[in-house]
């Protein structure tokens, strides 16, 4: 199954709330790559979501491509649930791919600066305390490699703010609080996505 055909798959059995999602996703992949030779060994590609919730993107990083895909998630239930999900995809005699689920705080999370290629970080940043967002997006840009893509989807601020979200975005507003990455990556584009959110592919 192709990560076309599980993003199908994700949407006809999840349940979304009937209201239009809008987001906007930002790409932050400058900073300067590092030379190949310089290790000795190319590693194999890896990327984090961050939030992944019940796995719709590192479910697709790992089918999109041959990648180390790593989940992180707060809630042990979503995370028994992505695991359920991904069983249909395994690969174990694929020695290309692999997949791990880890449970952690976005606030305090258990990898070195420079573990990934690709930080996907769907949704999350609404739930960050003000207090805290500054760390919280240095610590996505010390964690991507050099030559690296950090993509963030957020909510829009023409919905309203729910209970668990600490503010919605404008194009400003997300702008102002990438600020932490300046020197480390730029942004590449801002765009808002009408609907529910999409796939944030490792490919992409």
Known sequence: MDSEAWNERYRAT?????????????????????????????ARPTALDLGCGEGRHVISAYVAADVHSVGVDLSLEDLRTTREKFSEFDEPGNPAKSFSLSSASALALPFADDSFDKVICSEVLEHIPDEHVPSFVAGLGERCRDGGRIVISVPSKFFPVTKKHFRHYDEALLREQLAPLSGIATIEKVEYVYGEPKSLTFAQ
């Open 14 to 42: 999840t349940v979304w709330s009937g209201q239009p999602n809008a987001a906007l996703v930002a790409h932050a992949p400058e900073r300067p790559a590092q030379d190949p030779g310089a290790s000795g060994t190319a």
